[in-house]
């Protein structure tokens, strides 16, 4: 009974599955770079008709949150999992200061008859070295066996990391303009837009966006901080990120006749207003800091620099499209008895919102994985055998690479030697 | 800027002249025709790399920063780590014969590079920060150590079907252990690119991961390299199966480096 459970767990352990498993999961997202992602299943009947089911069946259209790939993930880290587990007991035999491979016979062999020299380049080199007769047996780095080990248990942190992450993250984008405030009901704090900026290079390009935002606490302390691309801001929790902008115009309808202003307020770039008393509806189709026709002939801005400014904009009433017009800041539509302006345009900020707990995990996950490499790469355990004029090393992975070493460090040794001589 | 931009148009094109001469004699080193020609061969390749040197520094102080954010940056430095670890490798092991299957790459690579735009444009918002020198930096070494690694896997395969003195290199045997020590330090860098990657855009982007294209094919490359270290843990896996692994694995690496520019959308495609 023992035997067999042994033996579908050392099944399950095995390398062949990890290599089939690791295998798929990169066809897998192979075919998640190639295949437009998210577009309705219709789309994918229509663009890959022998396909396009097999596409939908496997779920394809949205390859990295599939079940198939979760389950492929899973498997993957049982046999991870399983394998590390089984490999523990002979990497803790082979860290045993006792443990030495076999040096094979013909294999990896330096002649050297001074067993001074050897002596001394080892413990030069820092070999922990055992002497038994005119023998000698050394050997260095015995604890880098762990590296795979140390890897693989970064990559579990990593999957649990983001496993985390993807049941808890939670995120939402924040339009403000100057003066608007947005609060965190359960976190306890408000935030409020003091400044959008941008700043442009010489070329007109937009160099950086800058939000100015004070963080209100609900105990009354108050911080305010710069925030730009690259340099999100954290509070208990929250991360806000400098994602996007727009515009808005300020609109003022006014009455002709008294000159009396009948409303006024901003207006994003893309929404409308509707004015009750005349029925009139007002779209801003779009503000153009630095406008210019395209070939279209529609309204494009070269760039986000207020040179040229102008706005869209279209008039409807009771439904009806009646008059679109190019006008500049300040500039008047006159509509029956209204005059229409927009004074001035006021950038707003997208703030990305964002929570993820899990983060921490992943950045140790990462440096894990980091670690158990280098330790598997650059301290792998190292053999040296001596005797009777010859010279062995051993290195399970490494065998040519370590010979090399020694041989080349030794011929060093040894010049220097003759030319102290 | 102009002077800088002279020198550099100077010196890109006489390190490719040179190069030139370096791949040609070695294809004469390994066809045998003419064996006392690899001090040539190795002396013009170190005369690129340090007009190539020149030509990068001229393009740091025109742009004043360093030249690692357009697909022209990114393909001057690439083919730069090809050569330069070419020569660490050369250095260390005395395998002149490796550079004629590395140097043609460098070759292509510095082609690629003429033909983009060498407009020195200012850096978009996202890409304003320390991470993107980080990134680069380290993802020119690996990738640089994966073209030399894809080379003697070449030889191997080659040298496989043949016997004694008709091999590129005396013993397969070296050549697959040398391939895996490269790719080994390849394989480290890509992790460090990744990972850099991943906590810069967790600061830009405010998500670690986005399965974005370019991302997205970085881990493929990493999995098919985890892949090959997970071949050569079996003697019978070792040798054939795991060179072809290093080939696909830098297939990869091209791929995601000139592919997905072109044929994928991605929010990394402002390097182009
Ligand atoms: C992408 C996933 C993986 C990565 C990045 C990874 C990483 C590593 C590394 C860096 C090594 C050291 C190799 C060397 O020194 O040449 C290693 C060794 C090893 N890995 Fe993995 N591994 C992964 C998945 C797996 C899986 C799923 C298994 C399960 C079968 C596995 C089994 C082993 C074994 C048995 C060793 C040799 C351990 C030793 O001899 O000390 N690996 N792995």
Redesign the pocket.
């Known amino acids: 009974m023992k035997r067999t459970s042994m033996k579908v767990l050392h099944a399950i352990?095995?390398?062949k599955?990890?290599i089939v498993?690791?295998s798929l999961i990169a066809i897998y997202i192979v075919i998640g770079t190639l295949l437009p992602q998210h577009s309705a299943p219709e789309w994918y009947l229509e663009r890959y008709p022998a396909l396009g089911s097999l596409i939908i069946s496997l779920s394809l259209d949205s390859a990295y949150g599939s079940p198939i790939f979760i389950v492929l993930i899973a498997l993957?880290a049982i046999?991870?999992t399983t394998?590390?587990v089984l490999?523990l007991k002979g990497?803790w035999r082979q860290m045993d200061s006792n443990y030495y491979p076999s040096f094979k016979e013909d294999e990896f062999t330096i002649d050297i008859e001074d067993q001074d020299t050897v002596h001394t380049f080892l413990k030069r080199k820092r070999f922990r070295v055992e002497r038994g007769g005119d023998a000698l047996r050394a050997g260095k780095f015995r604890w880098g066996?762990l590296?795979?080990?140390i890897?693989?248990i970064g990559?579990l942190v990593l999957f649990v990391g983001g496993t985390i992450g993807n049941m808890t993250a939670s995120e939402d984008v924040v339009n403000l303009l100057p003066g608007n405030e947005k609060r965190f009901e359960e976190e306890g704090f408000l935030i409020r837009l003091e400044d959008f900026d941008m700043t442009f290079d010489d070329k007109g390009a937009v160099k950086q966006y800058i939000s100015t935002v004070t963080v209100i606490d609900d105990d009354g302390t108050e911080t305010t901080r710069e925030l730009w691309v690259n340099n999100p801001l954290h509070h208990k929790g929250i991360g806000m990120y400098q994602a996007s902008f727009g515009w808005t115009g300020n609109l003022r309808v006014t009455d002709t006749a008294s000159g009396e202003i009948q409303a006024e307020g901003l207006l994003r770039s893309g929404r409308t207003y509707f004015h009750q008393s005349s029925h009139l509806t007002i779209y801003l189709y779009g503000y153009y800091p630095e406008m210019a026709i395209g070939h279209d002939q529609q309204p494009v801005s070269l760039s986000n620099r207020e040179i040229d400014p102008h706005y869209a904009v279209v008039l409807y009433e009771f439904g009806n499209p009646v008059g679109s017009y190019i006008i500049a800041p300040g500039e008047a539509i006159p509509y029956k008895d209204l005059e229409i302006t927009f004074t001035h345009a006021v950038a707003y900020t997208g703030l990305l919102v964002r929570s993820d707990p899990s983060y921490p995990v992943v950045l140790a996950g990462f440096l894990i994985?980091l670690l158990?490499?280098f330790v598997?790469?650059y301290c792998?355990p190292r053999f040296i055998h001596f005797s009777s004029g010859t010279l062995r090393t051993a290195s399970?992975?490494n065998g040519w690479v370590f010979h090399h070493s020694v041989r080349s460090a030794l011929e060093r040794t040894q010049t220097r030697k003759n030319k102290e001589d | 800027m102009d002077k800088f931009q002279n020198i550099e148009n100077i010196t890109f094109t006489i390190a490719f002249i040179l190069y030139m001469v370096s791949a040609i004699t070695h294809l004469f080193l390994v066809t045998k025709l003419a064996k006392k020609v690899e001090p040539i061969a190795i002396l013009t390749a170190l005369a690129g790399l340090v007009l190539h040197t020149a030509a990068m520094v001229a393009r740091t102080a025109g742009a004043n920063r360093l030249p690692f954010s357009n697909q022209y940056e990114f393909a001057l430095s690439f083919a730069w780590g090809i050569v330069l670890s070419f020569l660490i490798l050369y250095r260390i092991y005395r395998f002149g014969a490796i550079g004629a299957f590395v140097m043609p790459l460098a070759i292509l690579v510095m082609g690629y590079a003429s033909l983009q735009s060498k407009a020195v444009r200012p850096l978009m918002p996202a890409l304003q920060s320390h991470w993107l020198t980080f990134h680069v930096g380290t993802a020119i070494l690996s990738y640089g150590a994966f073209a030399l690694a894809c080379g003697i896997s070449i030889i191997y395969l080659i040298d496989a079907k043949r016997t004694g003195d008709h091999r590129i290199l005396k013993d397969p045997e070296v050549s697959d252990m040398l391939t895996?020590r490269v790719i080994?330090f390849g394989l480290l860098m890509l992790t460090v690119v990744i990972i850099s990657g991943a906590i810069w855009a967790q600061k830009a982007w405010s998500r670690y991961w986005a399965w974005d294209p370019k991302e997205t094919w970085s881990l493929i490359t990493w999995?098919i390299y985890?892949i090959y270290?997970?071949l050569?843990?079996r003697r019978n896996w070792r040798g054939k199966s795991a060179a072809w692994f290093s080939i696909i694995g830098f297939i990869s690496v091209l791929f995601t480096f000139v592919g997905v520019n072109i044929l994928l959308p991605s929010i990394h495609s402002y390097a182009t």
């Open positions: 352990a095995s390398l599955v990890a498993l690791l993957f046999n991870l394998c590390t490999s990497q066996v590296g795979a080990t890897t693989h990559l994985i158990g490499m598997s790469f792998y399970r992975r | 895996y080994v999995i985890a270290l997970h050569r843990l």
